[in-house]
Structures are given as structure tokens and as C-alpha cells.
T-cell receptor, first 114, second 116 residues
Framework: QQQVKQSPQSLIVQKGGISIINCAYENTAFDYFPWYQQFPGKGPALLIAIRPDVSEKKEGRFTISFNKSAKQFSLHIMDSQPGDSATYFCAASMEETSGSRLTFGEGTQLTVNP | DVKVTQSSRYLVKRTGEKVFLECVQDMDHENMFWYRQDPGLGLRLIYFSYDVKMKEKGDIPEGYSVSREKKERFSLILESASTNQTSMYLC???????????????FGAGTRLSVL
């Protein structure tokens, strides 16, 4: 059972456009929501993360929007660039559990055309 | 820089073979994880370990076992490889005190395993 659902599976955006990836979770005990970015041939790497006490977090061109009541969060990439082309994973965890294990979404393959 | 090293980038094995995937991290992390990555299914947790000789099952442990004899090394074992275990395998590590260290998992580059 997938506890974190991610959409779309793939996304094509023109350079300069806005990329939006959405995630929904089921477990209300989740209290940490990171996004990971994976380039071809590499392992995923943390991009940006949010905790549920805030509704939005921005780092450069990347913004997480968080809606606790709807149990949804999304990644917005402003002014998308070809170098942003990668696979993006949302995730969720309960930090008090041993190992702070992450539950990942299915992933979104983003292509930014020049 | 944190480094998580997986011993092989590509492996080809035959059905029924015993397969070892090795992972080493150099940041003195307490936690280590094994995932498999399949298109459309994301990253699924196989096993994780929060201390030497400790292990816990993840979401898909069937057909796999793990070993953690030293803090820096975490091995994934396929006792009898099957074709449905053909996949990309990713190792990760993190600090135990997650809330202080921002709960960052550091990943290796992955091992692409093909079972014929």
C-alpha cells in the first residue's frame, strides 16, 4: 500500500515555465516532508524539506506548499531550466520512529525543454 | 562531503545464485538503508539498520536479508536470486538524531542488478 501518492509520473515543461509536482499522504502521524532530486546515473539527493508547522518553504527557485488539512504537499519549480531535468521524489517520515525511515512517492520524471 | 559507496554499478547474475550487494559510508552514520527503485513504483524500502548488528524489515523484505557487522558497512543479500529481483538497488545512510541533523539520507549511486 502506497502511503505517499505522487503525480504526475512524467512532466514536460518549457524553459522558463513553472513545474508543479503534487503529493498526497495518508498517515497523519507524518511530520517531515522532504523532496529528493535524482539525476541520471546518480543517487537521489535532498532538495528541500518542510515540517507541518509552516505552509510554505522557499529556497531559490524551489518552493514547497503544504496543506495539512488536505494532507497534500507540492513542489513548485519557478523559471524551470534544462538543468532541472531529473526525477523528483516526495517523501514523508515520522521522526520519532527508529531510523527515521522515509516513505517515498512513485517519482516524477521532469524534462525541461530549451 | 558525505560519501556512500556501493561496490558495483552493474551486476549480472543467474537465477538461483546468491548475490551480495555491499555498501560503505564514511560519515559515521548510525542508520543505513537498502531500497530498490523500479519505474512507476518509486523507492521502496527493503531493510534498514539503526545500529551495528541491528536490522528491521522495510516494506518489501521478502527474498532479501541483510548484514551489518561494522558501523560503516551494510550488505544486502539475495539468498537465491530470481528474475523479479532485477532492479536498481540504492543504499543510503543518515544520522540517528534525525531532528537535529535534518533527517537527511545520503544515497549511493546505485547498483543495477540483472538476474537472468
Amino acid at each position: 500500500q502506497q502511503q505517499v501518492k505522487q503525480s504526475p509520473q512524467s512532466l514536460i515543461v518549457q524553459k522558463g515555465g513553472i513545474s508543479i509536482i503534487n503529493c498526497a499522504y495518508e498517515n497523519t502521524a507524518f511530520d517531515y516532508f522532504p523532496w529528493y532530486q535524482q539525476f541520471p546515473g546518480k543517487g537521489p539527493a535532498l532538495l528541500i524539506a518542510i515540517r507541518p508547522d509552516v505552509s510554505e518553504k522557499k529556497e531559490g527557485r524551489f518552493t514547497i506548499s503544504f496543506n495539512k488539512s488536505a494532507k497534500q504537499f507540492s513542489l513548485h519549480i519557478m523559471d524551470s531550466q534544462p538543468g532541472d531535468s531529473a526525477t523528483y521524489f516526495c517523501a514523508a517520515s515520522m521522526e520519532e520512529t527508529s531510523g527515521s525511515r522515509l516513505t517515498f512517492g512513485e517519482g516524477t520524471q521532469l524534462t525541461v525543454n530549451p | 562531503d558525505v560519501k556512500v559507496t556501493q561496490s558495483s554499478r552493474y551486476l549480472v547474475k543467474r537465477t538461483g545464485e546468491k548475490v551480495f550487494l555491499e555498501c560503505v559510508q564514511d560519515m559515521d552514520h548510525e542508520n543505513m538503508f537498502w531500497y530498490r527503485q523500479d519505474p512507476g513504483l518509486g523507492l521502496r524500502l527493503i531493510y534498514f539498520s539503526y545500529d551495528v548488528k541491528m536490522k528491521e524489515k522495510g516494506d518489501i523484505p521478502e527474498g532479501y536479508s541483510v548484514s551489518r557487522e561494522k558501523k560503516e558497512r551494510f550488505s544486502l543479500i539475495l539468498e537465491s536470486a530470481s528474475t523479479n529481483q532485477t532492479s536498481m538497488y540504492l543504499c543510503a545512510s543518515s544520522f540517528e538524531l534525525a531532528s537535529l541533523a535534518k533527517n537527511i539520507q545520503y544515497f549511493g549511486a546505485g547498483t543495477r542488478l540483472s538476474v537472468l
